[in-house]
Each structure stands twice: as C-alpha cells, then as structure tokens.
C-alpha cells in the first residue's frame, strides 16, 4: 500500500474521508477518476423493465470509481457487501449491490407496525463508515456561540440531554419511483440508481436527543443562523467529484423538536448500515435530509450549497427536463406528501376468493400529519371502499399506518385495484401519473394501482368449470397456459347453429 494517495482521517474510523476541508484531495480524486472513462460509463438501467435478478444492479460503474482511487476506497464495495449480509435479512430485494439500496418484500413489509431492523429500507450514496464509538466525535460549528466537540458519552449523558423515544417512520423520496419510470421515464441520478418498489419505506422507534438541545448547549445560534448543515463521513462520487454526503435542514425544524440525533433504532444500537453510532432523524421530511454518519453541524445563514441540498431532491415543473431545465427551476422537496400503497396482492396475481379479497398495505403523511382514512377501490377508481378504523394500524404524528380491508368485489376479470389516503388535513393522491411527473421521479404519490386477475367463485358457470379444470388435473395458473374451454357437451342447444346472419 505504498502508493496510497488518500489516508483516512481518524484512527478507528474506517471509510471517513475528509473532503470538504481538503480541496486538494478533492481535486487528486477528480483527476483520477476523470482519466478513468469507465468510470464513467452510463448506468446499467434506462428504459428497459428491471432485470428479475438479485442485485437487481451491481453498481459496476460505481465499484470502478472506487477501485480506480485505490485504497481505501477499494476495499468499500465488498466490505459494504458484507455488512449487508451481516445485518440485513436474506430475502431482501437488493436493487444496487453498492453504494447498497435495498428493500423489504412487500408482504413482509406490512407484517409489522413497527419495522424490524433487518427489514429497514437502505439508501446508500457511498460505502458505508465503520465508526469507533470510543473516538466517535461531533463537532458543532458556524454560528453557533460556543462551538463545540461532543464525544458520544456527553451525548449519551441523560444528565446533559435528557433522552427521548419516537416512533417516527423514514421514506426516501424515491419511493415508488417504478411505478412511474415503467410509464413515463425521467432523468436524474437516482432514477438509475434506484428503481423503488414502494418498499422504501420504513417505521422505527427512534432513541436519541433532540438537536435543539444540543444547539442550546452550544450557547445556541448566533444572529442570522437560519440552517444547520449535517456532514456525513461517507463519500459519495457524484458525476467523478467526490464529497461528504451533505444536507442541511431549516433551523425552525430544529426549533420545534422534529430533529433528534439517534443513537437507537427498536431498542437496540444503531447497526452500522442504518449509521452507527449516531445519525439524524428529521421526522416528516423525506429521507435523504435524515443525515447518516454525521460527525459535523455548521449553521449557516442560508440552506447547504453541497450538491445533495442544493442540486438533487428537487421538484420541476412537468415541462421541466435537462434540456431546458436548471436547478433554480426546482422546488427543494423537505416534507413528504401523503401517499400509500398496496402491499398485497401484487401485481399480475390471479386470485380466486369468494366475493372479497384481503389487501394490505401502508399509509403515510409527512410535516407532522398522518394518515386519517385510507379508502380502496375494486375498480380502478369508480368505487371506493374505506377501511375501518380498526384495521388501520396506531396514529402517531410521524409514521405510517398500516392497514387491511376485505374489499368486496365482484367482477370476473383483470382488475385495477387502487388505494388512496387522506392525511388529517384532507390532502389526498393524484389520480394520474402525469400530474406527478417530475425529472427526477421523486414523491411519486399517486393513488396506487394493482392489476390482478379476479376468479369470483361465487358465481356458478365459475365454480363448475374449476371442479372441471380439477378433475382435468388442469392448472388455472397460469393463465396463459393453455387449456381447451369444457369439451362440446357444454355447448347448450342453440348454440351450434352457425353465427352468421340468415340473409
Ligand atoms: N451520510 C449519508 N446520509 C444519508 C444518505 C447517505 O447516502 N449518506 N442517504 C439518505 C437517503 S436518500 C435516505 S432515503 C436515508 C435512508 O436511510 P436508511 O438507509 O437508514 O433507511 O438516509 C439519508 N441519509
Ligand atoms: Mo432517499
């Protein structure tokens, strides 16, 4: 390792560079990864539908970024891979191997009202810091009146802050992205890096201190600090520059205790890939501003300028593309608005039921509102069904709520199943996907669609011919094997005679 140009900055914490204090360094790494064409390579998905393999990508492009700055960064991807095996549940849907974004299968999803940890959705920009909790270090700076390094033991001191729990659910804003790139693509980095079924979402029991605490301690922030900015250790290659993952949140969040710092997540220390030892929780805010690996806070007089706050996460006008667009056209998006989806049955399933069918799924809000009714319709949106109130899972100011409803329906057919939510403040769903578009494909949160193939056996020619199928040793399923319609003795009396007109 004699030709190591890039050092880790802290003994004991693997995986933290340092850019933002070392432009010279930035600027080594630009120069090696812009001799690199392959680094550059376009991403592995487009316009084609999701290959069905697990990893749905690999990340090639990105794992050749890191292996052409050489160590450290060479060993991130497998070493992240391994974490994810360590601390992830096997059946995971893993939609890029590294940086590592993964998610839950949607039945297991809803299984719980609270997220088991292995289960949480992942969205990773980079590797994935491996902290010592003894060194770990946050500094507070900028303008605030007494900057200061707080180790995690102060932090952790209940003396100092007092703790407190939350439960409080974490949505990327990429959230059911698929959904909508299937039908109208878009642009965007993330698009091709994450291609979200609706499973990026999840609802934790939070521990931790609220930041505004911490500000406080600090002799609280000078005249004109108006932002906080969060500095994560990882390292996040964007278009060859690499930097810290940085975003910054408006100091009225902090102020009204919708900020904590989190060192527990159900009870248990943070695991690595979900920022151990310590990272920040802003509820009702999409996820990318919930700061992972945070080691820094700076107030500031105005919102961060690090790419991830001022040129992604942001929301165009629908005529709005990178050919005419430019990033002061888009809204920086903070609060999540409200949104559900159907966990169950999935799409294409042909179910056979009795008049009703069992769907599940979740419903959210963000700023601070939740979910009051969730209404579901057999009919692609003609008819709507409200699920009772006690099949919707507990309210809480922050976090979903999961529900279930036996949903009558009669039809013989395909299908168009859709679930709508109305927050307490009577916001609801678009209809159409192309209300919703945006380049980049984030808060996708129209009323969500499931086709499936309805066999209501209630009805009698349907109960006859499954007995017949059977005695047949003939599957229904699938449906497109095909299986002759019953023989000529079902043809009834009259209907053999030509259908054509007499004269
Ligand atoms: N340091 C750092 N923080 C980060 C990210 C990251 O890549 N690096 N990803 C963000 C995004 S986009 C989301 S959606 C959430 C995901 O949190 P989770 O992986 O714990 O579910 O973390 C956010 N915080
Ligand atoms: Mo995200």
Redesign the pocket.
């Known amino acids: 390792m004699s030709d190591t140009k890039f050092h880790e900055e802290i003994d004991g914490w693997k995986g933290y560079m340092e850019w933002e204090r070392e432009p010279q360094k930035k600027e080594l790494a630009f120069q090696i990864l812009a001799q690199h064409p392959e680094t550059t390579h376009p991403p592995e998905f487009q316009l084609k539908p999701l290959p069905s393999t697990n990893p749905v990508f690999n990340g090639q492009r990105w794992k050749n970024m890191h292996h052409a700055l050489g160590y450290p960064f060479s060993v991130m991807p497998s070493a992240s891979w391994d974490v994810v095996n360590c601390e992830k549940a096997s059946d995971m849907r893993h939609v890029l191997e590294f940086p590592y974004n993964g998610e839950p299968p949607p039945e297991k999803l809803t299984d719980h009202h609270i997220t088991p940890n292995k289960y ?7 590797g994935i810091p491996d902290i010592n909790p003894a060194t770990y270090s946050l500094q507070i700076d900028g303008l605030v009146n007494e900057p200061r390094h707080l180790t995690l033991q102060k932090l952790q001191d209940p003396g100092i802050f007092p703790q407190e729990t939350i439960v409080a659910t ?1 949505q ?1 804003s990429g959230n059911r992205r698929s959904e909508l790139s299937i039908r109208y693509p878009g642009g965007g980095d993330e698009l091709v890096n994450a291609p979200w079924n609706g499973g ?1 979402i ?1 609802t934790a029991r939070w521990a931790g201190v609220s930041l505004k605490r911490i500000i406080k301690y600090c002799g609280g922030l000078k005249t004109g600090a108006k932002h906080l900015e969060l500095y ?1 250790a ?1 390292t ?1 290659i964007k278009n060859t520059a690499p930097g810290n ?1 940085i975003v910054s949140v408006p100091w009225n969040k902090v102020k009204s205790h919708e900020v904590f710092l989190c060192w527990a997540m159900n009870g248990e220390p943070l695991p690595k890939i ?2 151990f030892p310590l990272r920040a929780v802003v509820f009702g805010y999409i ?2 501003r ?4 945070l080691y820094r806070i700076k107030a500031l007089e105005a919102p961060s300028k690090a790419p991830v706050q001022r040129e992604e996460y942001l929301f165009y006008n629908n005529q709005v593309g990178k050919h005419n667009g430019s990033f002061s056209y888009g809204l920086s998006i903070q609060e999540t608005p409200v949104s559900s989806a159907i966990m169950w049955p999935r799409d294409r399933d042909v179910i056979m039921h009795e008049g009703k069918i069992n769907v599940k799924g979740w419903a959210y809000s963000g700023g601070g509102r939740w979910p009051e009714r969730v209404e579901v319709s057999p009919d692609g949106g003609f008819s709507w069904y409200v699920v009772p109130g006690d099949r919707l899972s507990k309210k809480h100011r922050h976090a979903w709520r999961l529900w279930s409803i036996e949903l009558p329906l009669r039809a013989e057919a395909w299908v168009e199943l859709r679930c709508r939510c109305w927050d307490n403040a009577l916001n609801s769903q678009p209809a159409s996907y192309r209300d919703i578009w945006n380049w980049s494909l984030h808060v996708q949160n129209t009323q969500h669609r499931v086709i499936v193939y309805s066999v209501n056996q209630q009805n009698e020619s349907t109960r006859e011919g499954l007995k017949n199928l059977e005695l047949q040793d003939k599957p229904l399923v699938p449906i497109t094997l095909s299986v002759k319609f019953r023989g000529p003795e079902s043809i009834e009396p009259g209907f053999d005679d030509p259908r054509d007109p007499d004269d």
């Open positions: 949480h959705f992942v969205r990773n920009h980079g974490l990327c990026a999840g994560g990882d996040y993952y979900h920022s996820g990318a919930s700061c992972k690996w």
